[in-house]
């Protein structure tokens, strides 16, 4: 599985933001799709998750409420819509794809990973 994350860019505290993520190269159908991120000098963190048959999700705590990973069929491509964007939120962003019976929270348990897409969140 490829994966091709776009999207990001600089916003304002309070702003929206959508990130893509496309998947080529197999079928999403027995997979889960991931979205990570990684600020400035900290650890990478588990942000949102989507099990692409049966459509099951998990979001982190600090996400909750603000961000969605909806998701379209036909494109193969799975997005994170970011609402009401914090300067916390500031950070490279990552999308990955798991065999769906691993760990969602743990990246180490992402077979496939996309290229990083940065979000800058100003005050």
């Known amino acids: 599985v490829q994966l091709q994350a776009s999207g990001g860019g600089l916003v304002q505290a309070g702003d929206s933001l959508r990130l893509s993520c496309a998947a080529s190269?197999?079928?999403?159908?027995?997979?889960?799709m991931g979205w990570f991120r990684q600020a400035p000098g900290k650890e990478r963190e588990f942000v949102a998750a989507?099990?692409?048959?049966?459509?099951?999700?998990y979001y982190a705590d600090s996400v909750k409420g603000r961000f969605t990973i909806p998701r379209d069929n036909v494109k193969n491509t799975a997005y994170l819509q970011m609402n009401r964007l914090r300067p916390e939120d500031t950070a490279v962003y990552y999308c990955?794809?798991?065999?769906?019976?691993?760990?969602?929270?743990?990246?180490?348990?992402?077979?496939?990973w996309g290229q990083g897409t940065l979000v800058t969140v100003s005050s």
């Open positions: 989507l099990t692409w048959i049966g459509s099951g999700t």
């Open positions: 990955a794809a798991q065999v769906i019976g691993t760990d969602a929270l743990r990246g180490d348990a992402y077979t496939y």
């Open positions: 190269g197999r079928t999403l159908r027995n997979y889960r």
